[in-house]
């Protein structure tokens, strides 16, 4: 499965472009996604053992202690199958004909050599930023060679971040990450149906037509200031700790 079915903190900052952020105000059926806007924070397997908002009832009590020291965590997703595009898009890379996707659980990466990128180089001294997306210093690419601050600080997983890769090496983990697909279809019987366009750029013309790049075209910026996290997420004990969630 290419999964440690484990749950770890990678370290992705805040991405202004999923919809919960803007999901304030009630729907057609009078329910309200996020009464926090721009001032929910996802703290994946934290918020789970506090039951906070948004999450079902923790089963145990007795694992409510080990909230602080699980903020952050998301379920470490399955490799298998991460490759996988229509047939008639047959990449996730620029300049391709390429199929976009977005990659780990709040989409901000966007190719895998994206996120090979971040495994190898988020904690690269030069490349990080106190910024959040959309703000990354003139001179610097956002995801190339300028990381956000992650959304969540704790827990930060060490094992990745400063791999020292080479970029022939990134390319070879992505060929890899390529092999794991494993040609089943069911049930999905409809999976090479895709009937809309392939994306395309033109390394020529287009200086972000690259996997690295990919998305970069349409940042749009997080709110600054970025308002604080909301007391019903991050004020339930036991309380996030030790850094304070930005
Ligand atoms: C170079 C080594 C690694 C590669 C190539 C790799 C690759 C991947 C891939 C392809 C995914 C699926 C992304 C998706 O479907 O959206 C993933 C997710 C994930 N991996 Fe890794 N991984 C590596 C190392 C690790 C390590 C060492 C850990 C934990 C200590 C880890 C933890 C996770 C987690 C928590 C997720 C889900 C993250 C989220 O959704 O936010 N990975 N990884």
């Known amino acids: 499965m290419f999964t440690c079915f484990g749950s770890a903190n990678l370290g ?11 999901q304030n105000t009630p729907d057609f059926f009078g ?8 001032g929910f924070r ?5 918020t789970f053992l506090r039951s906070g ?7 145990n009590d007795t694992w409510t ?50 996120l090979v990128h971040f495994y190898n180089t988020r904690d690269v001294a030069a490349f990080r930023f106190n910024v959040t997306s959309g703000h990354c210093p003139s001179g610097t690419v956002e995801k190339v060679n300028c990381w956000p601050e992650p959304e969540v600080p704790n827990n ?25 697909t494993d040609g089943f279809t069911t049930p999905y019987p409809d999976i090479n149906q895709f009937t809309g366009a392939c994306m395309t750029c033109n390394p020529a013309t287009d200086p972000n037509c690259s996997p690295s790049k990919q998305g970069n075209n349409f940042l749009i910026p997080t709110p600054s200031p970025l308002p604080p996290c909301a ?16």
């Open 12 to 22: 992705l900052p805040l991405n202004p472009r999923d919809a919960i952020y803007y």
């Open 31 to 38: 329910f309200t996604a996020n009464p926090f806007g721009f």
């Open 42 to 46: 996802d703290l994946g397997l934290g």
């Open 53 to 59: 908002p948004g999450s079902w009832a923790s089963p």
């Open 65 to 114: 202690q080990f909230a602080p020291t699980s903020d952050g965590q998301m379920q470490t997703s399955s490799a298998r199958n991460v490759a996988m595009v229509p047939s008639k898009c047959p990449t996730t890379e620029a300049p391709g004909p390429y199929f976009q996707k977005e990659f780990f659980h709040n989409g901000y990466i966007k190719s895998l050599k994206q």
């Open 156 to 180: 930060l997983d060490m094992t990745v971040g400063m791999l020292g890769l080479s970029d022939t090496e990134e390319n070879q983990i992505v060929a890899f990450l390529q092999t794991l």
């Open 231 to 246: 007391s019903a997420i991050c004020g339930v004990a036991p309380l996030p700790g030790p850094k304070p969630i930005p």
